[in-house]
């Protein structure tokens, strides 16, 4: 069985919720004062199951909006998370104007399918209203809606009207889960001995009792107690359901209300917008909109007064778009991809519609990015233009984070990455992504920067990966580190702490050439006893030279102050070997005299040693890691 939300639209007294209670047998007023008015107030709500010519099944949640003009936000409210809509049109009042107002949101909020029922048929006119009706819709999304005729009073056309219903349902894709699910608030109660309860329709994803979750955007954190659809309890809400939950670790008013939404994600509600505002050309009042000029914003059940800016116009007219930024005076937890409506600043006239392309927004980006973005609203639920113009403005991006601000899911953006790196858009691994061209500037200018070390000191094995570090410091160490990595897949190799190019042979430079020898000398003149590593680098070209000999190999770096050759080392590491072989454990003393060398030489020899995994120190004893004999050993 699908689950699906629908929601009636239409003038006020034309009969939305008379139609509701004959489809479901459930009144959708619930205040005493609609009772009293004999008009709807708030939203109402219903049930309805339905089952369609091939048997498909379909759990219809119904939200019943008011249609008078001055309950236009609680209209909003109930349609912003709908999947079809029942536009009601009375035979005895034809197209009126909320009429017209609710097409132009459900136009502006996406709404892809309508059914128009036609009440009060009973009275007649019917042939004639159809047409206006027709006419009304041509040249909207709506221009081949069913329009099914009905009366309540009789009860002819429900049952016409049930199919139609089923018939539409058929069509649409069941509302997805994309792992993100925010139910916005469109009431908050408390019951006795339950606590804080909210009602809303679920979307974009699935919730499960004992979840935690967050309010935003005051981001208040609370576990969910139970669960409710429809009266019914149940351990897991699907998307495309109107759903209570109990929340008892919340208080109404202070800690959530209507307007808020629930989630289990933990972000950061937006301030500003980048959108692409778009105005019907079907608006009676012609007044254009200027920039700077202030507006309410409505987001689901969220309602923001917001200045508006436009990027490149000074004013909107009537049946015109373009790129502007809504600078909001209420933080709202907006998606890539989320519709908004517009209202003016005196809530009397709906004036435009708006879809959501930047969520992050500080300041508006360049011409070429705002152009770029702006492709979005072409086709919002493009996954593939989405993830490319996000990457194209982004450059750098960690792939798990990317838009996770959307309405795509996260394998839909790890897809789409996936087919980018195929074809070389991007440079793709399982932290890093980036613009391939990017990502190749990056890696030229690594290449460069070794290079240059390899042509200015030969001498040296290569560069230092801290030093490379440096020179890209507006790199995070994940992207850094990445770099490093894919360097080394081709040409460049890393050595511990040294990077370099594969081809890149140590050379000593000629006017380095003396001060190797004259080191040479030094150490071969008392082998087992060598001058201090500081007597050896006194000037600046000792130390190079003395840097070269070590890298190369030919001197071993013992300790911070010791340096010896490598063939002296060599010979002191096998007189060792062989002293303690043949008489066992042996103290330092003891090594000393046998090597003939200073205590200031043979402590760091032999802490090199045993790194080196040769001698292991017992006490004050030293034997051999991997004794020759049995006998050794037991000593």
């Known amino acids: 069985m699908s689950n699906f939300i629908l929601a009636t639209a239409g003038h006020v007294d034309h009969g939305k919720s008379a139609l509701v209670k004959a489809l479901t047998g459930t009144d959708p007023d619930r205040l005493p004062e609609e009772k009293a008015r004999g008009i709807t107030i708030d939203l109402g709500f219903a049930e309805l199951n339905l089952n369609g010519q091939s048997g498909d099944q379909f759990h219809v949640g119904i939200v019943d909006v008011p249609g008078h003009e001055d309950f236009v936000r609680n209209m909003i409210a109930g349609v912003g998370s709908i999947d079809l809509a029942l536009l009601v049109v009375a035979a005895d009042d034809e197209w009126m104007p909320q009429t017209e107002e609710h097409l132009q949101i459900l136009t502006y909020l996406g709404v892809k399918r309508i059914v128009v029922a036609l009440t009060k048929s009973d009275l007649g006119k019917i042939d004639n209203v159809a047409a206006q009706i027709r006419e009304e819709l041509k040249e909207t999304p709506f221009a081949h809606s069913p329009i099914v005729p009905t009366s309540v009073r009789t009860g002819d ?4 009207l049930k199919s139609a219903l089923a018939a539409e349902f058929v069509k649409l894709t069941a509302p997805r889960d994309i792992g993100k ?13 339950i606590g804080t309860v909210v009602t809303g329709t679920l979307t974009d994803g699935v919730l499960r009792v004992g979840d935690t979750v967050f309010v935003q955007p005051r981001n208040l954190s609370a576990r969910i107690r139970s669960l409710q659809t429809h009266g019914r309890d149940v351990d897991l809400i699907q998307p495309g359901t109107r759903t209570a939950i109990n929340l008892p670790d919340l208080e109404i008013g202070g800690d959530v209300k209507r307007g808020d939404v629930i989630t289990n994600l933990s972000f950061e509600p937006s301030s500003t917008l980048d959108v692409v505002l778009y105005r019907s050309a079907r608006l009676e009042r012609e007044t254009p909109i200027k920039s700077g000029a202030s507006a309410y914003v409505h987001h689901g059940t969220t309602r923001a007064l917001a200045k508006i800016l436009f990027a490149e116009t000074a004013a909107l007219a009537t049946g015109q778009s373009a790129i502007a930024q809504l600078r909001l005076s209420t933080p ?45 609203a072409v086709a919002p639920d493009d996954v593939a233009l989405v993830v490319w113009t996000e990457v194209s403005q982004t450059g750098v991006f960690e792939p798990s984070r990317l838009l996770e601000r959307s309405r795509l899911s996260r394998h839909e953006i790890a897809r789409s990455l996936q087919r980018l790196a195929e074809h070389g858009e991007i440079f ?14 990056f890696h030229a200018r690594a290449g460069q920067l070794v290079d240059a070390v390899h042509k200015t000191h030969p001498e040296r094995r290569g560069m230092e990966v801290n030093e490379l570090r440096r020179e890209f410091s507006s790199l995070t160490p994940a992207v850094f580190n990445e770099l490093v990595v894919d360097l080394c897949r081709g040409d460049f190799a890393r050595a511990g702490s040294i990077i370099s190019k594969r081809s890149h042979r140590v050379t000593l430079p000629p006017e380095l050439q003396a001060a190797a020898g004259n080191i040479h000398a030094a150490l071969a003149t008392k082998p087992f006893d060598p001058p201090s590593r500081n007597d050896l680098s006194k000037s600046e070209q000792d130390r190079k030279a003395l840097r070269f000999l070590i890298e190369n190999g030919e001197i071993v770096e013992v300790s911070d102050e010791l340096v010896l050759s490598r063939d002296s080392l060599d010979k002191m590491e096998a007189a060792i070997s ?10 330092v003393s003891q090594i000393r005299e046998k090597v003939g060398t200073s205590r200031r030489v043979i402590i760091p020899v032999l802490e090199h040693l045993d790194r080196a995994g040769v001698t292991l120190r017992t006490g004050d004893l030293r034997k051999l890691r991997d004794p020759k004999s049995p006998a050794v050993a037991g000593s």
């Open 332 to 376: 709202l937890l907006a998606f890539v991809g989320d519709r908004l409506i517009i209202r003016d600043a005196s809530e009397q006239h709906t004036i435009a519609g708006c879809v959501v392309f930047n969520v992050d927004a500080k300041n508006f980006k360049s011409p070429q990015e705002r152009s770029l973005l702006a492709t979005r």
């Open 157 to 160: 056309g429900i049952e016409k």
């Open 428 to 441: 793709l691994s399982e932290e890093v992504g980036a613009k391939m061209l990017l990502w190749r500037e």
């Open 578 to 587: 062989d002293f303690i072989s043949s008489n066992g454990a042996a103290t």
């Open 181 to 193: 699910p925010r139910l916005f608030v469109d009431r908050a109660f408390k019951l006795q001995g």
